[in-house]
């Protein structure tokens, strides 16, 4: 069985441009979860959405917004990139929520210039 | 803001010793995961353990947890060089629907 899947794997972007991450859970999977890492910490939480409901949203600004298919594939937009963007962006799918173990996409680098 | 603070930030040892890593967090929990991440890449989940356990064991890995203290431990026995990686804590927080990580410990397993 394929694992989570994310694309592209690098994208350089121009700062005030926007960008679309995606992602692909794991069959049978309905829960997604964006995270974004930059170098040297942890990945910091953006978004969980489960049965294509937003269930959880972390600290960022409303120029992050997601959304989950019918299919449960799941979209990140960033809009007006900031070079404080630039992080590695890892999606997570799970088998019902936070509660249960996630598995990880190999995610999405991401450098604003 | 970072609910899970790791200890220590980075750990070098030789293989075959054991590693301990430290988690302290801050709000009640449903439950604590470690996850460890290999240079930048995708996070591999290692173990779960909830609330209302003490103690899991899985291969050559032993989480304990401490609620009074809200705090948990990662051991590693007979390490290899191939653990060499970044090891997480994680906590679901209050409501199950947001996970905190912490900063990591950096893991260094010298042959």
């Known amino acids: 069985d394929a694992g989570v899947t994310q694309s592209p794997t690098h994208l350089i972007k121009t700062r005030g441009q926007h960008v679309t991450l995606r992602c692909s859970p794991i069959?049978?999977?309905?829960?997604v979860s964006w995270y974004q890492q930059v170098l040297g910490q942890g990945p910091q939480f953006i978004f969980q959405?489960?049965?294509?409901?937003?269930?959880g949203r972390g600290n960022f600004p409303d120029r992050f917004s997601a959304r989950q298919f019918p299919n449960y594939s799941s979209e990140l937009n960033v809009n007006a990139l900031l070079l404080g963007d630039s992080a590695l962006y890892l999606c997570?799918?799970?088998?019902?929520?936070?509660?249960?173990?996630?598995?990880f996409g190999p995610g999405t680098r991401l450098t604003v210039t | 803001s970072q609910q899970g603070e790791e200890d220590p930030q980075a750990l070098s040892i030789q293989e075959g010793e054991n590693a301990t890593m430290n988690c302290s967090y801050k709000t009640s929990i449903n439950n604590l995961q470690w996850y460890r991440q290999n240079s930048g890449r995708g996070l591999v989940h290692l173990i779960l353990?909830?609330?209302?356990?003490r103690e899991k064991h899985s291969g050559r890995l032993r989480v304990t947890l401490d609620t009074s203290k809200k705090s948990s431990s990662l051991l590693i026995t007979a390490s290899r060089a191939a653990d060499t990686a970044s090891y997480f804590c994680a906590t679901d927080g209050t409501g199950g629907f947001k996970t905190i990580f912490g900063a990591g410990t950096r893991l260094f397993v010298k042959a």
């Open positions: 997570a799918s799970s088998s019902h929520g936070q509660a249960y173990e996630q598995y």
């Open positions: 353990i909830r609330s209302n356990e």
């Open positions: 959405y489960y049965e294509k409901e937003e269930r």
């Open positions: 069959s049978g999977h309905k829960s």
